[in-house]
């Protein structure tokens, strides 16, 4: 069966420093990955999504920048953070092939505060 | 705008009671329609997923209806339960996108 790992759970790190959070995948090969993030009270908003080993597409121009170094693992980071990067940031799974057609599967996210 | 509404915002109810959540969309073209329930500090976990020519798909306790000519879908909840509690996300996908609603976020109460 599928696993997807995200660490850490939860994150306070003061604006101005530096982020990686990381997310892996086990029992599936070439999946495609996201990363999502959540504002307190606010649906889910697409960052990036990767269809590849190093093949990033990103959806919003942001602070954030995303790497998929390995087939199944997928970091999002920032060289200095900002207020408004807080949130809970999920990252997710599907089969390969088109972004919206396979059912996507979420980690347990990272709770991201800024200080 | 956002291509997926969802109501009510939130929802209390009484424990044992149903309830029904709503979802409309203006995607097109439209591939599938998906139902999430995400607990608080979790990811979401999906509930139901249904293609065009689908109406309605169960699983326990929740009942997803779908009207592809009024782009409309509901999340019907059966006798609920305290554990219900949570946020309930619709997504509507076409190929290659797919577009989150608001979420309706529920509350039921003993």
């Known amino acids: ?37 959540q504002a307190a009270g606010r649906g889910l908003q697409l960052l990036f999504y990767s269809v590849g080993i190093g093949q990033i597409s ?5 602070n954030l920048s995303a790497s998929r170094p390995q087939d199944r693992q997928f970091i999002l980071s920032s060289k200095k953070l900002l207020l408004s990067d807080s949130g809970f ?19 347990p996210g990272t709770r991201l505060t800024v200080t | 705008k956002n291509q997926v509404e969802q109501s009510p915002q939130s929802l209390i109810i009484l424990e044992g009671k149903n309830c029904t959540l709503q979802c409309n969309y203006t995607v ?41 000519d009024t782009k409309q879908s509901s999340l019907h909840i059966t006798a609920s339960q305290l554990s219900d509690s949570a946020s309930y996300i619709c997504v509507v996908s076409e190929n290659n996108d797919m ?8 509350t039921v109460k003993p």
Request: with cysteine.
């Open chain 2, 28 to 68: 097109s073209p439209f591939s599938n329609l998906r139902w999430y329930k995400q607990d608080t500090g979790r990811g979401p976990v999906s509930l139901t997923i249904m293609t065009f020519s689908e109406n309605t798909k169960s699983n326990g306790r929740y009942t997803a209806t779908l009207d592809a």
């Open chain 1, 89 to 107: 940031y999920l990252c997710a799974w599907s089969r390969g092939g088109t972004r919206g057609g396979y059912e996507q599967y979420f980690g």
């Open chain 1, 1 to 37: 069966s599928q696993t997807i790992h995200q660490w850490p759970a939860t994150l306070v790190q003061p604006v101005g420093s530096p982020l990686s959070l990381e997310c892996t995948v086990e029992g599936t090969s070439n999946p495609n990955l996201y990363w999502y993030r």
């Open chain 2, 99 to 106: 577009r989150f609603g608001a979420g309706t976020r529920l």
């Open chain 1, 58 to 62: 990103s959806e919003v121009p942001q």
